[in-house]
């Protein structure tokens, strides 16, 4: 027999990491996510409540189920990316851990609050399977490329067991910490990324105002100790620094929204805490009043037309 080309090879190591996944919740994230999985040559079992989302994860090579349980049912990986606490405590509660195979990792991807992130590893263990949280940094292009940042928290045992099927999502994936660490990590870096892009909005009002060209300033603070992402990646001037959402009149990008929902959840855990964030808390009284202004869709930098108003 013919030894096999190095390309059979690499065929062959991708046959033996090939998994069957359960992925629940298909939306602007999770489609793009399961499509990537799918790519990577795992069996996906693809639930969602919405048709049009099972019918694209069909398109993308999954095979889309009827039921949760049935993409619980016999995976070595159960993914999920729901919009919030509840959903994801619902789920796990009725469609996972009656279901879900002991050798199997359990790996929740959205953003929900650490109390439930916690619960649910709690949950999971009393019934002796293993959960770990781990949102995700990056937006709906990230999850569409492979390119999303993934916080984990977890065990080792149970990091080193989601780490493979998040790496085939994501560019990297980092130990957080215990349960609920992966959480805490994101809504804590999102409580800073709405507070820079407030002070980010700002500073260029300001440096407008006393006659400054916008993009002098952008070139002057990007070097200097002002610079942020918010500031540098992300500026929220049309025609200033790279193409960002500014450039598209507030389309796409993230949603205001969101940040809102994230800064909600940092507050909440903050004052579970006994902490006082004033600069968090203040960042989240100025997104509550433009998303209930109506722009709640719209890119999360165009709070500036607001503070500029
Ligand atoms: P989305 O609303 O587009 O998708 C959520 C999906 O979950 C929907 O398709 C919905 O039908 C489905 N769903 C709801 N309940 C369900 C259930 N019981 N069973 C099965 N499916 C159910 O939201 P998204 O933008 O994909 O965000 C998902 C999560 O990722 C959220 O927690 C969000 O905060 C987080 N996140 C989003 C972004 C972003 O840019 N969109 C970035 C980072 C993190």
């Not at 096999?4 to 996944?21: C, H, S, Y």
């Not at 400054?212 to 990646?233: E, H, N, R």
Request: hydrophobic fraction near 45%; charged fraction near 20%.
């Amino acid at each position: 027999m013919l030894p096999l080309p190095l390309a059979g090879g690499e065929t062959k190591e991708k046959e033996q990491d090939m998994a069957r996944v359960g992925f629940i919740g298909l939306g602007n994230m999770g489609g793009g996510m399961a499509a990537n999985l799918a790519k990577k040559g795992h069996d996906v079992r693809a639930f969602d409540l919405s048709a049009a989302a099972l019918d694209k994860a069909k398109a993308a090579g999954c095979l889309p189920v009827a039921r949760a349980t049935g993409a619980a049912d016999g995976a070595e990986a159960v993914v999920t990316m729901l919009p919030a606490g509840t959903h994801v405590e619902q789920v796990y509660t009725d469609s996972v851990f009656g279901i879900a195979r002991p050798s199997a990792i359990l790996i929740d991807c959205s953003t929900i609050d650490v109390a439930t992130a916690k619960r649910v590893a709690e949950a999971a263990r009393a019934k002796g399977l293993t959960a770990v949280d781990a949102p995700v940094s990056g937006g709906i292009g990230a999850a569409a490329a492979g390119t999303l940042t993934f916080m984990v928290g977890g065990g080792d045992d149970g990091f080193d067991r989601a780490q493979p099927y998040l790496a085939d999502m994501g560019k990297a994936v980092i130990h957080a910490g215990i349960s609920g660490a992966g959480q805490a990590a994101k809504i804590c870096n999102n409580m800073l990324l709405g507070a820079t892009m407030v002070a980010t909005c700002e500073a260029f009002l300001l440096a407008q105002k006393l006659g400054l060209d916008p993009q002098k300033f952008y070139d002057i603070a990007s070097v200097s100790s002002g610079q942020s992402w918010s500031m540098t990646t992300y500026a929220p001037l049309p025609g200033v620094g790279p193409d960002t959402p500014a450039d598209h009149d507030y389309q796409g990008g993230f949603a205001a929204a969101l940040m809102l929902k994230d800064l909600r959840l940092a507050m909440a855990a903050a004052t579970d805490a006994g902490f006082a964030a004033p600069l968090g808390e203040r960042a989240t009284e100025l997104y509550e009043a433009f998303a209930a202004a109506g722009k709640g869709a719209t890119d999360f930098s165009g709070i500036i037309r607001m503070l500029e108003a």
